[in-house]
Nanobody, 123 residues
Framework: QVQLVESGGGLVQAGGSLRVSCVAS????????MGWFRQAPGKEREFVAA????????YYADSVKGRFTISRDNAKNTMYLQMNSLKPEDTAVYYC????????????????WGQGTQVTVSS
């Protein structure tokens, strides 16, 4: 079982930056594929970004490419999502996800999920 805890959400103005973090309980964090998903009010949860266990491969949704950066620090069991040039449409609850399998953009490909952290971008 892997416990995931997100932090770092908050309120920011459009054009601003925010970094959210996800800490995993498992000491085998370095063997987990990790991803970020988000869910806006009234919408389905959607893929944001993903990173392979080594950090060598990263994937992004088209809507965040060039603005968001996913990274991980395996020594700290932590994954990050640096969000720059934020837009009001980025407002959502951001979820951290993990899986011992291969990295994927697909929600069903992740076995473990955090509780989410709210990110609100004001116009």
């Amino acid at each position: 079982q892997v416990q995931l805890v997100e932090s770092g959400g908050g309120l920011v103005q459009a054009g601003g930056s925010l970094r959210v973090s996800c800490v995993a309980s498992k000491h085998t964090f370095s063997r987990l594929a990790m991803g970020w998903f988000r869910q806006a009010p009234g919408k389905e949860r959607e893929f944001v970004a993903a990173v392979s266990w080594s950090g060598g491969a990263t994937y992004y949704a088209d809507s965040v490419k060039g603005r968001f950066t996913i990274s991980r620090d395996n020594a700290k069991n932590t994954m990050y999502l640096q969000m720059n040039s934020l837009k009001p449409e980025d407002t959502a609850v951001y979820y951290c996800a993990a899986d011992p399998g291969i990295v994927t953009r697909t929600e069903s490909g992740y076995q473990y999920w955090g509780q989410g952290t709210q990110v609100t971008v004001s116009s």
